[in-house]
């Protein structure tokens, strides 16, 4: 399959272990915020996503943390499976001219070491 | 339901060349969003098309060109391509135009330029 991490950033977890991708976003503007994961040979696909009046939001084993002051996201994924190794990006939304622009992160491999 | 499909799944071609990459969006879907991907980056937003119309382009130049089809399928369409036009070409289909609303993701097409 694809390949789409051959000279990412790789964070290498222990499974059961807790993992924390992180994410430097560029404009301040930036109102919506995506994480996603992307499987080798896949597209990829949605997990959480946080507004900027927001500073914390949870789902089923993750959690998103957004501090605008430095411009920075994180994604927390607990209690980390072998099925959670991908590639992750960060993407930033905001408006632009009547449009919504939409920008992604270079992503972070992670993976999960039985 | 069908999800998002891309033909083809690889292709091969030469600079000067020109192609045309397809999307079938997912049922229900009316707008489809293309970006490129090169090997170890994240998703570069090309353009957006809801409803048939354009609607808001990255920083691509006019050789990337698209269309969208009554059914909401649509094309990507690259002229004089260049030795940097390989990519992971990849498209998104929502039932909104705003980025808000979750993308569905293809699997891509791998563009190598020769």
């Known amino acids: 399959g694809e390949s789409v991490g051959l000279h990412l950033p790789t964070l290498s977890v222990q499974e059961g272990d807790n993992s924390i991708i992180n994410c430097a976003y560029s404009?301040?503007?930036?109102?919506?915020f995506i994480w996603y994961k992307q499987e080798s040979g896949k597209g990829p696909q949605f997990i959480i996503d946080?507004?900027?009046?927001?500073d914390k939001r949870q789902g089923q084993r993750v959690t998103v943390l957004l501090n605008k002051t430095v411009k920075h996201l994180s994604l927390q994924i607990a209690a980390t499976q072998p099925g959670d190794s991908a590639v992750y990006f960060c993407?930033?939304?905001?408006?632009?001219?009547?449009?919504?622009?939409?920008?992604f992160g270079i992503g972070t491999k992670l993976q999960v070491i039985p | 339901e069908t999800g998002v499909t891309q033909s083809p799944t690889h292709l091969i071609k030469t600079r000067g060349q020109q192609v045309t990459l397809r999307c079938s969006s997912q049922?229900?879907?009316?707008?489809v969003s293309w970006y490129q991907q090169a090997l170890g980056q994240g998703p570069q937003f090309i353009f957006q098309?809801?409803?048939?119309?354009?609607?808001g382009r990255g920083n691509f130049p006019p050789r990337f060109s698209g269309l969208q089809f009554p059914n909401y399928s649509s094309e990507l369409n690259v002229n004089a391509l260049e030795l940097d036009d390989s990519a992971l070409y990849l498209c998104?289909?929502?039932?909104?135009?705003?980025?808000?609303?979750?993308?569905?993701f293809g699997p891509g097409t791998r563009l190598t330029v020769l």
């Open positions: 998104a289909s929502s039932f909104s135009r705003l980025f808000y609303n979750e993308q569905f």
């Open positions: 404009n301040s503007a930036s109102d919506y």
């Open positions: 946080i507004r900027s009046n927001m």
């Open positions: 993407a930033e939304i905001r408006n632009s001219g009547g449009y919504q622009k939409v920008t």
């Open positions: 049922s229900g879907h009316n707008t």
């Open positions: 098309y809801y409803r048939e119309e354009e609607n």
